[in-house]
């Protein structure tokens, strides 16, 4: 594969606090540049509205839409039909890691994070792919 940097990230996060520490790492840590979501909803609206990542951080337990249902809609689109995926959860039992990954995850992050670690964790998984 080509090298193509990370900059632009989609993350889909239910549980607002989460969300603001990830956001706080991936930006102010990372030097990421991040679009929130709380919603599987939400997330195909901003991918309509012309967000268009280089990576998907996606939770896996959501309400309305879980993680790897927002994952089958997203692939639906254009935009996001072949974007590297990363999964974030509590449930990393192997079975689950091996499930995560057989729907195209590049890797899974276990929740809870270190907020100072995330974005190192989210580069190495993303490097894997891209060089």
Known sequence: MTE???SKILYVEDDLDIQAVAQISLEIVGGLHLRTCSSGPQAIE???SGFVPDLLLLDVMM????GPTTLG???KLTATANTP?????AKVQASE???YL???AIGVIAK???PMMLADQVRSLWEKVTL
């Open 85 to 89: 995926v990363i999964f974030m959860t």
């Open 46 to 48: 901003a991918i309509h």
């Open 97 to 99: 890691q091996d499930f």
């Open 4 to 6: 193509k940097s990370l």
């Open 112 to 114: 809870p994070f270190d």
């Open 73 to 75: 809609e997203l692939r």
């Open 102 to 104: 057989s729907l195209g």
């Open 63 to 66: 309400p309305i839409m879980d």
